[in-house]
T-cell receptor
Framework: AQSVSQHNHHVILSEAASLELGCNYS??????LFWYVQYPGQHLQLLLK??????LVKGIKGFEAEFIKSKFSFNLRKPSVQWSDTAEYFC???????????FGAGTRLTVKP | DAGVTQSPTHLIKTRGQQVTLRCSPK?????VSWYQQALGQGPQFIFQ???????QRGNFPDRFSGHQFPNYSSELNVNALLLGDSALYLC?????????????FGPGTRLTVT
């Protein structure tokens, strides 16, 4: 079945550590890719998106993600996390000409001060 | 500028009952999507409304229905509630002119079915 997989259910890091959250999808062809973040008690917010062009995309708050087509991956990275990055992170895929956005199960990030 | 708003915030219903959830899109947005987010899971697409019509539907039974009004606000109705319908229901809006497909999400309605 077509799906979006996030490898880590819960990641715990200390402040200043580097972050990489994995996301793989199983849809063929062209896809649009997104990372959303949900801070405790807040709405889902868009961190970054990839539609075409440079596979390395930069988002808000120092986050970036790299699209590797051959690996069907769109991993999220941040060089140095802060306590305020504690949140749930969701990867999502949308097929062109399709309004259905498919989300992964999410990765909970806990950053210890 | 108000973002996406949803009401009510929380709701408790009994099995077999019916429920209506409401959503007001972000100003300037005309397309509304509804998602169900079960505990520990990512949001699942229920359906999308545009120009007062259901444009696309996810894998949800007919017990889930919706409506969009001329002011672009939307309702999600669920009939014959099951325990498994307990979840956070999210509304997201976007403008059709935006090529970037950036959706703005509301805070959600937490539905508990007992």
């Amino acid at each position: 079945a077509q799906s979006v997989s996030q490898h880590n259910h819960h990641v715990i890091l200390s402040e200043a550590a580097s972050l990489e959250l994995g996301c793989n999808y199983s849809y063929g062809g062209t896809v649009n890719l997104f990372w959303y973040v949900q801070y405790p008690g807040q709405h889902l917010q868009l961190l970054l998106k990839y539609f075409s062009g440079d596979p390395l995309v930069k988002g808000i708050k120092g986050f970036e993600a790299e699209f590797i087509k051959s690996k069907f991956s769109f991993n999220l990275r941040k060089p140095s996390v802060q306590w305020s990055d504690t949140a749930e992170y969701f990867c999502a895929v949308k097929l062109p000409n399709n309004n259905d956005m498919r989300f992964g199960a999410g990765t909970r990030l806990t950053v210890k001060p | 500028d108000a973002g996406v708003t949803q009401s009510p915030t929380h709701l408790i219903k009994t099995r077999g009952q019916q429920v209506t959830l409401r959503c007001s899109p972000k100003s300037g947005h005309d397309t509304v999507s509804w998602y169900q987010q079960a505990l520990g899971q990512g949001p699942q697409f229920i359906f999308q409304y545009y120009e007062e019509e259901e444009r696309q539907r996810g894998n949800f039974p007919d017990r889930f229905s919706g409506h969009q009004f001329p002011n672009y606000s939307s309702e999600l109705n669920v009939n014959a509630l099951l325990l498994g319908d307990s979840a956070l229901y999210l509304c997201a809006s976007r403008g059709t002119g935006t090529g970037s497909y950036e959706q703005y999400f509301g805070p959600g309605t937490r539905l508990t079915v007992t």
